[in-house]
């Protein structure tokens, strides 16, 4: 690989995140979930563990966030101490990190100038860039799950790469508990280049990578889950929040957005962490179970709020910074981004879409295509998603093509299950753009792919 084009991108990269990290320094404090994350990550840099202290002076032991950001955050805190510039340096570094992942994975699969376009498109995407201060997990998700998708990849020719995907897989979990859901998928659509099997054979290995893939990444959650069953009321995975987000997106005042939750009458007097959560989850399923279609008639809103506008970055910039990033910015930037990933869209449907054989893989280019030029352009991602899935289907190769599959089909069937917000669709953008490289190239191919025995 010429080193001189992963140059250009790392450089590129750390460049736009760390301008926005010295414009932020001093003046973007910790906002929403951030302003939880810092504290946890404070605590646990002191020595306090994952617990909350709470105004009247008791403490107790947390499990309601994911242990895994705030945990990388401690690391940096314990030497630097607890400012929220050093946590945009680890931003910044892991964005740096996914550029180049996305640069290293697309030059392997489609080719180098395919390669150099992916990778500076996610060292240059606004609302990657601009969400570089946030003390938010969905930027660090986006990064964990670009070193996933190049680590899966590599990990084709060279079964040592295995651990170190499952590894960072885990890591991933420990951040955000969904991106597991990505993991079998991973493992299933991998490219496949030993040597030659028949489809048996070859669908056999498939299930059994995704299994190992799978059951690698819980590996390094259960030390945590180990400890939320000694420390907490109950045993919980990860984190004990799934039964809220549930709620709020099934609840009676449930539009498909984030919303405070109404507190079921057989929950008011649950307190321990883990049993609330489980209470609301309760309760939430109850509701679905009596109001489905009404349940089901919100997933439109829900993937409305995921994908049609993002404004991660210029919604946390206002909300943290509303002097130093006023309203007019908000809408300016949001404006930027919005036009930037509808072409990234459009970009990804054609470079899948170009080498796609028959009817039904150009209908969806095309039809994606125009949906993105709409309001609705969640409509264009759910066609993406397929589209991605017919390319796979015809080329098992295809690796661009079942990454984005793993990684976009689990982002929209979580929030289409609980609810939306446009910074949830930060994790999608990187393998969206590896995609969008594949506009440059041929047939995107693992050099040292073998051919199939018949079956």
Not at 190 to 207: I, M, W
Not at 210 to 220: M, S
Not at 274 to 285: E, I, P, S, W, Y
Not at 320 to 348: D, I, N
């Amino acid at each position: 690989m010429p080193w001189t084009d992963r140059l250009l991108v790392v450089l590129t990269a750390a460049l736009a995140r760390g301008a926005v990290v010295a414009w932020a320094a001093g003046q973007v404090p910790p906002a929403a979930d951030g302003v939880f994350y810092h504290r946890l990550a404070s605590r646990l840099a002191e020595g306090a563990g994952y617990t909350w202290l709470w105004p009247d002076g008791v403490v107790t032991y947390a499990a309601h966030y994911p242990v895994g950001y705030p945990f990388l955050l401690s690391l940096l805190y314990r030497v630097l101490g607890p400012i929220p510039g050093v946590a945009a340096l680890l931003n910044a570094a892991l964005g740096v990190a996914a550029a180049a992942a996305i640069h290293a994975l697309t030059h392997r699969l489609a080719g180098r100038r395919a390669g150099l376009l992916a990778g500076l498109l996610v060292a240059l995407d606004p609302a990657l860039v601009l969400y570089t201060p946030a003390l938010m997990t969905e930027g660090v998700v986006a990064a964990l799950l670009a070193l996933v998708a190049w680590l899966v990849a590599a990990a084709s020719s060279d079964r040592r790469w295995w651990a170190a995907a499952a590894l960072a897989l885990g890591l991933c979990a420990l951040v955000r508990p969904q991106c597991l859901l990505a993991a079998p998928l991973l493992g299933l659509l991998a490219p496949y280049t030993e040597f030659p099997y028949s489809r048996r054979q070859e669908l056999r290995a498939r299930l059994t990578r995704g299994a190992l893939l799978t059951a690698g990444a819980l590996a390094v959650c259960l030390p945590w889950a180990a400890r939320n069953c000694a420390r907490m009321d109950r045993c919980t995975l990860v984190s004990a929040n799934g039964g809220w987000n549930l709620l709020i997106g099934a609840g009676p005042k449930a539009t498909g957005h984030w919303s405070p939750v109404d507190v079921p009458e057989e929950c008011r007097e649950v307190f321990p962490e883990v049993a609330k959560d489980q209470c609301f989850g309760a309760a939430a399923r109850r509701i679905i179970a009596r109001e489905p279609a009404r349940w089901l008639g919100l997933v439109p809103a829900k993937l409305a709020a995921t994908f049609d506008y993002c404004g991660a970055g210029p919604w946390y910039l206002h909300d943290a910074a509303p002097a130093a990033f006023p309203y007019e910015a908000k809408v300016r930037w949001g404006a930027v981004e919005t036009v930037f990933h509808r072409l990234l869209l459009v970009g990804a449907l054609a470079g899948l879409g170009r080498g796609a054989q028959g009817k039904l893989g150009k209908g969806l280019a095309v039809a994606g295509a125009l949906l993105a030029l709409t309001r609705g352009g969640w409509m264009a991602y759910v066609a993406l998603a397929a589209l991605a899935g017919v390319r796979w289907g015809q080329d098992r190769h295809h690796f661009l093509a079942g990454a984005l599959l793993s990684v976009l089909g689990s982002t929209l069937v979580v929030h289409g299950v609980f609810f939306g917000a446009g910074r949830y669709s930060l994790v999608v953008f990187p393998l969206i753009a590896a995609c969008t490289g594949a506009l440059l190239t041929g047939e995107p191919q693992p050099r040292d792919t073998a051919p199939h025995a018949p079956d």
